[in-house]
């Protein structure tokens, strides 16, 4: 059993934030039928390179981001621009728990599929609109990727080598923390309507999410009036940040007076623990270029394995600067089981990353290997819709599916 059975999802997002948020609640065990255009697809099937592989090693026109964000999905194909395809996906949503959708606000009204209109003939449903700006506001009709929101909501100012200009987060954060955001709002809607009987909308904004993950900066603006400037370096903590050592590089992250007090008894300075400049977490701040150079110093006489290993027997937090090919056999994240493998016939292996949701009663149960385009078209159409394998046919033949 899995925490979301018999809860069926119609997914009609692309790209990144809205299909994380399907797949999620796929991992969680609901059905998530997901909408896509006739022999197109998803937008991101075609963002690459780099690209998916057959068996035999030949490189396939999908990309390996789509694998990201779409398992345990059923991939249906339907146009809803034409009426009978409109009609289709209508009887879908009638029944459905859920509907995702990251169109651009007031786009899906024209068909019909907006949640006002979508509500009154399920009133149940929990419609999770996942957008750029959100619904209300003068940005609402804009189109928002996640590079242009991490400019515009702070996030390059912060992030990169002091100097070398605005720099985005290497991984897409602000798709993330929407999909996540979305998820959130989707299951907290769910718990509403199992005591109210009453569906409602979820409103979601990558740019509001993007706000929110700026934490300690925004907290350092709005309430002191003090911009955090971009550094490996921790604002308002010492020692924390990236360390030379004598083959390569480490991170130490310390957070209070007493692990510094240990770090500076591994490096055979004891004697900074009482140091007026570096005793208190303030003073170290205070004095940080001139603490990171001493211990810097010192550090480069060691390789990083030794350091990390007399770390980690004093209970600092440290750890090494793994490249991406270094997860693939790293103990810990293999322990957690955070890589996921399905067989493909095609294919052959795909790997996704795991869920890190650890549910005690209701496990992440993989089902599905991120979906082939229209894959279960037929399957779904029949099954839910009741359609005939003529009727199927025919909406083949017009274009429909």
Same mark, same amino acid.
């Given at each position: 059993m899995s925490a979301l059975d018999g809860t069926r999802v119609i997914d009609l997002t692309r790209v990144i934030a809205g299909p994380l948020a399907g797949q999620i609640l796929a991992d969680l065990g609901a059905d998530v039928i997901k909408i896509e255009r006739p022999i197109a697809g998803d937008d991101v099937r075609h963002l690459g390179p780099p690209w998916m592989k057959d068996i035999n090693g030949n490189e396939l026109k999908e990309s390996t981001y789509y694998s990201a964000v779409n398992r345990g999905k059923r991939s249906i194909t339907l146009d809803f621009s034409k009426a009978e395809g409109l009609k289709l996906l209508k009887r879908l949503i009638a029944d459905a728990d859920i509907l995702l959708e990251n169109f651009r606000p007031g786009v899906l009204a024209k068909y019909g599929l907006d949640y006002d209109a979508i509500s009154r003939d399920n009133k149940k449903i929990?419609?999770?609109?996942?957008?750029?700006?959100?619904?209300?506001?003068?940005?609402?009709?804009r189109p928002g990727y996640d590079f242009l929101i991490q400019g515009m909501a702070g996030v390059m100012s912060v992030t990169g080598k002091p100097g070398a200009g605005p720099t985005r987060a290497g991984i897409p954060i602000a798709d993330y923390s929407a999909g996540l955001t979305a998820v959130i709002g989707v299951l907290s809607a769910l718990n509403h309507r199992n005591v109210s009987g009453k569906g409602q909308m979820v409103d979601v904004a990558l740019f509001d999410c993007q706000v929110s993950m700026m934490l300690n900066v925004f907290s350092a603006w709005f309430n002191a009036k003090k911009s955090i400037a971009q550094s490996n370096d921790h604002p308002?903590?010492?020692?924390?940040?990236?360390?030379?050592?004598?083959? =390569? /590089?480490? +991170?130490?992250?310390?957070?209070?007076?007493? $692990?510094? &007090?240990?770090?500076?008894?591994? *490096? !055979?300075?004891?004697?900074?623990?009482?140091?007026?400049?570096?005793?208190k977490n303030g003073g170290r701040v205070e004095h940080q270029t001139e603490l990171i150079g001493k211990m810097s110093q010192i550090m480069r006489e060691q390789p990083s394995e030794y350091w990390l290993n007399?770390?980690?027997?004093?209970?600092?937090?440290?750890?090494?600067?793994?490249?991406?090919?270094?997860?693939?056999?790293?103990?810990?994240?293999?322990?957690?089981?955070?890589?996921?493998?399905?067989?493909?016939?095609?294919?052959?292996?795909?790997?996704?990353? =795991? /869920?890190? +949701?650890?549910?005690?009663?209701?496990?992440? $149960?993989? &089902?599905?290997?991120?979906?082939? *385009? !229209?894959?279960?078209?037929?399957?779904?159409?029949?099954?839910?819709?009741?359609?005939?394998?003529?009727?199927?046919?025919?909406?083949?033949?017009?274009?429909?599916i």
């Open positions: 929990i419609y999770c609109s996942v957008s750029g700006f959100g619904h209300s506001g003068p940005y609402m009709e308002s903590a010492c020692p924390h940040g990236v360390f030379p050592t004598k083959d =390569g /590089n480490i +991170i130490i992250a310390t957070m209070n007076d007493a $692990q510094f &007090t240990r770090i500076a008894k591994i *490096l !055979g300075k004891p004697e900074w623990a009482n140091d007026v400049r570096f005793a007399v770390l980690a027997h004093a209970n600092i937090p440290s750890g090494p600067i793994n490249k991406i090919e270094d997860l693939e056999k790293d103990s810990q994240l293999l322990a957690r089981e955070m890589i996921v493998e399905f067989n493909d016939s095609e294919k052959g292996s795909i790997k996704t990353a =795991g /869920n890190p +949701i650890k549910l005690s009663d209701t496990p992440i $149960q993989y &089902t599905l290997p991120p979906p082939r *385009l !229209g894959a279960h078209t037929e399957s779904v159409l029949a099954e839910i819709l009741n359609l005939s394998a003529a009727e199927i046919a025919a909406l083949r033949v017009k274009s429909v």
